[in-house]
């Protein structure tokens, strides 16, 4: 019997009149709401007995955010195992040397061995281990152009640039308005680098997350009653060498680590 994998084959089991008689303010959110088990199909007034009788039970578990990405750094690190790391450190702007691929990431030593296994003075979790892994992999080796350009014009980073701006630049934001000692930190923690402010910006900082991966931080300092703003850029060949997801995963897990540091200063 087929199995219901997402919310949207469930909400194909619907009439999609947002009748609102399950107590939902949509369809969608009732098929959302069953998915993750929530909710239970025969809750919806509307649904054919015969279509409740045969799906329910059959619902495939969603996972949470942490078991997918536990799957996911499983999956790269047995791709890890047939990778040349001598040809992916040329490849990817590496060293190797003792069997490992080894690079700077936030400023610090990076190393990777032929397992898979990490070694480096930086916290690893899954949110770092996902796109170091992944550029290992699939990273295309493409030169940075030195051209900059917002997330939402990279490869598939238009469907991802809200969730962007809100888990990513929004909080950064934030940290930059409260936190006086933020760009310095930048500059010193991460081995930020200064640059002439690009965009007309107040301040611009770029971040060598990975070797072909740089981020450009453009902050603008409120200014005749106009709120300031921050915006995050990346060289216009990111995409080839991080897919968009990995490279999402890279900033937000980035900012959760900025934000810690922050709260050891008092910044909420």
Known sequence: MTKLKTTMDIYKLL???NCRECGEKACLAFAAGVFKGKRQLAECPRLDPSIIEKYTGNIQKAQSIEEDMADKVVALKEKIQSIDLSE???RLGGRFSEGRLNFRIF???FGVDPAGRFYTEIHVNPWLMIPVLYYIVEGGGTPASGQWA???ELKGGMIRNPLFQQRCEKPLK?????YTDFFKDLLDIFDGRQVDNLFDSDISIVLQFLPLVPMLVC???PDEGLESTLNLFFDATAADNLDIDSLY???AGFVHMFEKIAARHGVK
């Not at 934030?174 to 409260?178: C, S």
């Open 249 to 251: 995963t890279l900033v």
């Open 219 to 221: 902050y603008w300092k």
């Open 15 to 17: 009439d999609h009149s």
């Open 174 to 178: 934030h940290l930059a308005d409260e």
């Open 88 to 90: 992916a450190a040329f």
């Open 150 to 152: 917002p997330f939402r």
């Open 107 to 109: 400023g610090k030593e």
